[in-house]
């Protein structure tokens, strides 16, 4: 195994230590399965105290498949969901939305990954037409795709809007806890207090090994989605060792310093790369990535030192929750190196 620490995708880290070992303390004894256990109640008491009282939480193996069961879950199949361009849900599911709630996507361009009202108010010409697909649910990426952040009251502005008109609002939060950390919000304001109906809020990218949660809002909204969870393959039998990372993460806010900490090291290296001549931010830093222009010739020889992906033309660098400052130091000396 490789242990030189990368920049291709935050999901490439490992496990935080405190996590691993709440995944070792819960490995005790026998417990009730499919989540009636002392550890995914102490879990979801958690996240309802960061979310409030009236979340209803479940607990899911991944994030597509959280995706996916929270739409099944509010949509019918000639209704369709309003989305980015570039959301995660359009780009990088592999159409399991599509395929697995019969539902159409409608994709919108945006400049910078972010969805507005005025975007979406022409896809809602045929509202009522039974001869069109029905939007019924707007979905947004908290980071975008583009590491770019919703702001508060951005959040409150597209709620506002889609409920004037009977849609819904559903945040893919796989990097929530990034935009929290940038804004300096707490989660119940980026969600419940911003009007969100349903959150897929992840861990697997902020120090878990897997699981992520779903939290409706609006308990209405959850009325059988525990059928709706199992039917999509999204129940976990042995439950606690998911409830036990969220717990970790949760019970001493290291779900903030993990993502203020892959922030803050995304931004030091913007400051370095900036400082390279011929290197251009091709986006400004809201999370823990950084998206940096470069010359083709110089793209393909940095590859064979590092492995990270490209968005279009340029390259998207991921930090972590274990990225060290001479690891952003040492990137930075690459890129000096093969563009100088």
Same mark, same amino acid.
């Given at each position: ?67 996916? $069961?929270? @739409?099944q879950?509010?949509?019918?199949p000639?209704? !369709?969901?309003?989305?980015?361009? +570039? /959301?995660?849900?359009? %780009? =990088? ?63 409150s ?16 939060? $796989?990097? @929530? ?7 300096? !919000?707490?989660?119940?304001?980026? +969600? /419940?207090?911003?009007? %969100? =109906? ?11 090994m ?70 251009? @931010? ?6 823990n990535?950084?998206?940096?222009s ?15 992906y490209l ?17 952003v ?10 563009v100088?």
């Open positions: 195994m490789n242990g030189k620490r990368g920049f291709a995708s935050d999901n490439n880290a490992g496990v935080h230590p405190r996590v691993m070992e709440a995944l070792a303390a819960a490995n005790t004894g026998h417990v009730p399965a499919y989540g009636d256990d002392p550890v995914t109640r102490r879990a979801a008491a958690l996240l309802r105290g960061q979310f409030g009282d009236e979340a209803e939480v479940f607990f899911v193996f991944g994030g597509t498949g959280a995706n996916v $069961a929270a @739409l879950a509010l949509l019918r000639f209704q !369709a969901v309003v989305c980015a361009e +570039t /959301a995660h849900v359009n %780009v =990088d599911e592999c159409g399991a939305p599509e395929k697995f709630t019969g539902c159409k996507l409608l994709a919108v361009k945006t400049e910078d990954g972010k969805l507005t009202p005025r975007l979406i108010e022409p896809l809602l010409g045929r509202l009522g037409d039974e001869h069109h697909v029905q939007p019924r649910l707007v979905s947004v990426s908290q980071p975008t795709e583009l590491g770019t952040v919703y702001t508060v009251a951005e959040l502005a597209l709620a506002e809007f889609a409920h004037a008109r009977g849609l819904l609002l559903h945040v893919d939060g $796989a990097r @929530l806890a990034n935009a929290a950390a940038h804004l300096g !919000a707490t989660l119940r304001e980026l +969600t /419940a207090g911003a009007g %969100v =109906d349903v959150l897929c809020f992840g861990g697997t990218k902020n120090g878990m897997y699981g992520e949660a779903v939290v409706f809002f609006d308990r209405r909204l959850a009325q059988g989605f525990e059928f709706v969870r199992k039917q999509a393959t999204q129940l976990p039998s042995k439950m606690r060792f998911v409830a036990a990372q969220f717990e970790a993460l949760l019970a001493g806010d290291l779900w903030l310093r993990n993502a203020e900490h892959s922030n803050r090291m995304a931004r030091l290296l913007a400051r370095e790369l900036e400082a390279a001549q011929g290197v251009r @931010l091709a986006r400004p830093v809201e999370s990535a950084v998206f940096v470069l010359p083709p010739r110089c793209l393909e020889e940095l590859r064979r030192r590092y492995v990270f968005w279009e033309a340029d390259a998207r660098l991921m930090c972590s929750f274990d990225t060290t400052e001479e690891d130091r040492e990137l930075a000396s690459a890129v000096r190196a093969v100088g």
